[in-house]
């Protein structure tokens, strides 16, 4: 993929994506950072990049704990082989502690000189 001007590092992640108003069917995380994510969905989906959409994303790292909820705007949108991949943009959160909580914790992983051994 093209090299991508970023404000924040972004992280590998893998998640649930809910936003029924970006699409009916539940979309998948592909990385995250403090400010964004790219998520894609398994279906072509119609994104106006002028809307505000609520996301909630479960993320496999802690699938007991309550979604994190973001509201977001889309960058840009690539559509290929039948699916929808959207960067999104994170204008606020609700739970923007949590969110910088498991971003650090992300860097942190990042950063040791061990792989996670679960």
């Known amino acids: 993929m093209d090299e991508e001007n970023r404000q924040n590092v972004r992280y590998e992640e893998i998640g ?8 009916a069917l539940p979309g998948i995380l592909d990385n995250i950072s403090a400010t964004g994510c790219k998520v894609h969905f398994p279906v072509n989906v119609v994104v106006d990049l002028e809307s505000e959409f609520d996301v ?3 993320l496999s790292r802690s699938p007991e704990e ?3 909820q973001l509201l977001c705007k889309p960058q840009w949108v690539k559509e290929y082989k039948n699916t929808t ?4 943009k994170i204008l606020y959160s609700p739970d923007a ?3 910088n909580e498991f971003i650090s914790s992300l860097q ?3 950063e040791s000189p061990f792989p996670e051994i679960v």
């Open 16 to 23: 649930r994506v809910i936003s029924p108003e970006l699409c």
């Open 56 to 58: 909630k994303i479960s």
């Open 66 to 68: 309550s979604p994190l």
């Open 85 to 88: 991949q959207i960067g999104l």
């Open 97 to 99: 502690v949590r969110l």
């Open 108 to 110: 942190e992983l990042s």
